[in-house]
RNA sequence: GCGGGCGUGGUGAAAUUGGCAGACACGCAAGAUUUAGGUUCUUGUGCCGUAAGGUGUGCAGGUUCAAGUCCUGUCGCCCGCACCA
């Protein structure tokens, strides 16, 4: 028998990496005969870092059902690419005088050597870059095609710009009233904007979430953050004759309406500033509002403040009882109509509120407790009382009812409303798509011809973002400077930029025809490809990316570019890894591990196989440096069977069970995304085999072919010396296995008596429920227990246990 | 406040329809071989107890022959949203 040498990854892994490279295994085909299967990671920003290992932690799970698929005979699309524009390349290139374009080259190459470092078998030929002009003239196209269909519009409108980014952020980016990526304060700044109208689609966006294989926690929180309500606005009156209309999910307690509340920054107030007694104090309190950022208009949410307008009254619809209206900054401009009808007794705001002015309480729902002390607001066991013809009704009864009633009058309608807002789309920021829209003072927003595209970035001297809040490209006066396409005159461009999330809506339509330059990707590809098979990402991007794609895709879907309604059938989400220490890994913590440190001392392959291992892979799991040399003796030990194979091609009757086992269990506990209890499996049956002192060339093949998905290179390493197969385990055919093999002839019952385990025995597999029963009494354990005492009741678990309730 | 999730050994974690709690690892202990910087192998390892046995999945109840799993209550932690009418 000939000694293998000692298992040297920094030989090995190189050398199949390259391998694979020149056979091309990888590739995907566009055109094929086999079933296709598009698995999809989020391609990453090339930050200067590097790569982290949080990355890897996806790109292996889905390389290893990559790998499967391919090993069960799909063609399978498993691409990479660059997601480059951003903040953080632009904010280097500035502090250090370089162009983002040269920043952007360099860790693309730094991420690019460390990725094929991990042997995940991407499909190179098919890598995209999103700051690439052949790439973003399509995200470009896409823009003038929402433009064209009037889902990309310009607005004036308070945004929240983050002080030091000196940029306008999307509301999905500002976290807790700070920029999500600086944490700087976020002020309200007046601007004009471009908006995309995801608003339109708010509601195909909640109820296509049937049509995919999403987590429910994923879907709950799309909902969520869509925030469909339903209910009705109602339009009351004013004592000068004007219409203040409000919408409430709670029609029902139109009676209990004791007076109205409108945002500081509602139009009626600029409309009737003639006739309001105490304009003095509104105003004030209007610019204190104003002055107050997200953050403490949020925060001090608790003490309710505001201003009674003297002079005039609103009159309820249902009663025309008139109420007096206050301005208070709880309500919200921007949500509804920005006015709502006040029902202390229902509502714990409004109660608060009234129980400070000292404004009437009136109960018209039954069942609470004392409304003068406490708002009732479960809706569900309520009757309606004080609310004339509604009284008696239940909740939802007088829901009905009083819309009927309103729509009869026409002082009010059904409604429907989310808190879903427009999507802020424009950056004042230099490395971004340019918006490929000219401004003409005749013809005004005009969409630059497609002919023209791509609109590339000029170059410029600065990058710096200006402090009046311009774009840097506004000082570049020979790019901005330009004709109108429309009419012929001078015009000038836009100067601000598109979003990172903008790239990012699309580029999984890119790689299934990457270097197309007639469209964004040929038909056939897109009907071939679309949709994604399965996307694996993280919950941070639930409510930015995720979404922000669904929409474009439904919009390409709209105007027959794409053929699916949705881009991804199947969504799974990894969990965060933690610093050894369970702490969120970061420089400032210390608790930082470099994927090449890893790399270089124990592997790749033990890299993968310890991030598969480390715990459900849902979950957030803390590093290990111990644990990881686990998986360093599993590499090992399988390398090492190699000394201990015989020439047998078949596999030894002992181990047919464990084998075909272990076969169904990797096999199933892919598709269901646990890795660790596959690995875990794979390491009891390398415990069974070693326990016999060899192992056959037959079952050294399957364990080979079982490993290979998790540490590819060792395995066609083993594959290769030991001669196990032609051409690269890589794509070998998966193992079928015996279902029969997989049930043992004997097996091991468990009998308890009054539930508790007294005894093992070991019978035929088959047994009956008499046979087990008489077997389970014969044991001098189980005889200790029961003698003496009445039999009551047996219970037989088929092939699983015995119970013997005795007293 | 709303929505989602979690709580199991010294550690990371396992556990179809309720059916042997702790698979598989890490660590630790003892031993063997042996390399003398971390190797490999064997055995043991939830807790109490020499043992028989008892006990044990955040806590308190309940259903059941049987509960980590189902039900009720409660405590603690994490994530997302939040004055959204």
């Known amino acids: 028998m000939k000694m293998t040498e000692k298992y040297n990854h920094k030989n090995v892994e190189p050398k199949w990496q390259k391998a694979w490279e020149q056979a091309g295994i990888f590739h995907a085909e566009n055109d094929s005969s086999k079933p296709k299967y598009y698995t999809l990671i989020e391609f990453p920003y090339p930050s200067g870092q590097g790569l982290h290992v949080g990355h890897p932690r996806s790109y292996t799970a889905l390389d290893i059902v990559s790998r499967k698929r ?40 730094r991420f690019k050597s460390q990725l094929q470092s991990l042997g995940i078998s991407f499909d190179w030929s098919r890598e995209i870059n999103t700051t690439d002009p052949s790439y973003y003239k399509w995200t470009q196209w896409i823009f003038l095609q929402l433009f064209k269909k009037g889902l990309a519009y310009k607005k004036e409108m308070a945004v929240n710009w983050c002080t030091s980014c000196k940029c306008v952020l999307a509301n999905e980016e500002v976290v807790n009233g700070a920029c999500e990526r600086c944490g700087s304060e976020v002020v309200r700044k007046v601007k004009s904007q471009w908006m995309l109208k995801i608003t339109a689609y708010a509601e195909r966006l909640i109820n296509d979430l049937d ?26 009156t004013t004592t000068t004759g004007d219409i203040l209309t409000v919408y409430t999910t709670r029609p029902d307690t139109l009676f209990g309406a004791t007076y109205m509340v409108i945002s500081p920054e509602h139009p009626i107030i600029e409309k009737l500033s003639g006739v309001i007694g105490n304009m003095d104090e509104i105003r004030k309190y209007q610019e204190a509002a104003a002055r107050k950022s997200d953050f403490e208009r949020t925060e001090v949410a608790k003490d309710k403040t505001g201003v009674k307008i003297e002079g005039v009254e609103a009159v309820n ?121 000219v401004h003409c003072p005749c013809c005004g927003a005009v969409p630059i011809d497609e002919s023209e595209l791509p609109l590339e970035l000029p170059e410029v001297e600065s990058y710096e973002p200006t402090d009046n809040g311009e774009s840097p490209l506004a000082k570049m006066t020979d790019w901005v400077n330009t004709k109108c396409p429309k009419c012929g005159g001078d015009a000038k461009r836009e100067t601000d930029t598109m979003p990172q999330w903008a790239g990012s809506s699309w580029y999984f339509l890119r790689y299934m025809d990457p270097h197309n330059d007639k469209a964004l ?89 310890f991030e598969m291992f480390i715990g459900d892979f849902e979950n957030a799991a803390p590093w290990s440096s111990s644990s990881i040399r686990g998986c360093r003796r599993l590499a090992e030990r399988f390398y090492n069977l190699m000394n201990i194979m015989t020439d047998d091609e078949g596999i030894r009757a002992e181990l047919e069970g464990p084998v075909n086992k272990t076969i169904k269990k990797v096999g199933d506990d892919i598709e269901i995304l646990k890795f660790n209890t596959a690995i875990a ?103 200790s227990f029961i003698e003496g005492k009445n039999i009551v009741k047996e219970i037989y678990v088929k092939g699983k246990l015995v119970n013997i309730v005795a007293k």
């Open 70 to 109: 391919r090993m069960q005979g799909y063609n399978v699309l498993y691409p990479i690419g660059w997601d480059a524009f951003g903040l953080p390349t632009e904010n280097f290139a500035i502090k250090n005088h370089v162009h983002p374009k040269d920043v952007t080259k360099k860790n693309v190459a």
């Open 211 to 236: 049509l995919v294989n999403y987590p429910d926690r994923v879907k709950a929180q799309q909902k969520n953050w869509i925030g469909r309500s339903t209910g009705a606005e109602v339009d009351f």
């Open 317 to 437: 619809p249902v009663n025309g009882r008139q109420i007096p209206v206050f301005i208070s900054d709880y309500v919200l401009v921007s949500y509804g109509t920005g006015a709502i009808m006040a029902v202390p007794a229902h509502d714990t705001r409004d109660h608060d509120f009234a129980v400070k002015f000292g404004l009437p309480i009136i109960e018209v729902v039954k069942g609470g407790e004392d409304v003068q002390k406490e708002a009732f607001t479960d809706c569900a066991t309520g009757i309606m009382t004080n609310s004339d013809y509604l009284d008696g009704l239940s909740v939802d009864d007088a829901k009905k009812k009083i819309i009927e009633k309103l729509e009869e009058s026409g002082k009010g309608k059904a409604k429907v409303n989310y808190k879903l807002r427009d999507w802020v789309f424009s950056r004042q920021r230099y490395w971004g798509e340019p918006i490929p829209i």
């Open 521 to 609: 990707a040929s038909k056939e590809a897109l009907d071939y490809w679309t949709p994604v098979d399965w996307y694996n990402g993280g919950m941070e991007h639930t409510t930015l990316h995720l979404l922000y794609s669904r929409f474009w895709h439904k919009f390409l879907y709209d105007i027959g570019v794409v053929p699916t309604p949705e881009p991804y059938a199947k969504r799974t989400s990894h969990g965060m890894i933690l610093g050894e220490n369970g702490e969120k890994m970061s420089k400032s913590r210390g608790n930082v591990v470099n994927p090449d440190d890893i790399v270089n001392e124990y592997g790749a392959d033990t890299m993968r196989l």
């Open 681 to 783: 499996a794979l390491m009891s049956l390398i415990n069974d085999i070693t326990a016999t002192g060899s192992v056959t060339k037959g079952e050294l093949k399957v364990f080979t072919i079982l490993m290979s998905p998790f540490a590819p290179h060792i395995a066609e390493e083993v594959w290769s010396q030991a001669g196990l197969g032609e051409g690269f385990v890589s794509i070998a055919p998966w193992p079928e296995y015996d279902e029969s093999k997989c049930v043992e002839s004997t097996i091991e019952i468990v009998v308890q008596v009054n539930g508790k385990v007294r005894d093992k025995i070991k019978v035929a597999a088959d047994i009956d429920q008499e046979g087990a029963l008489s077997q389970a009494k014969a044991s001098e354990k189980v005889q």
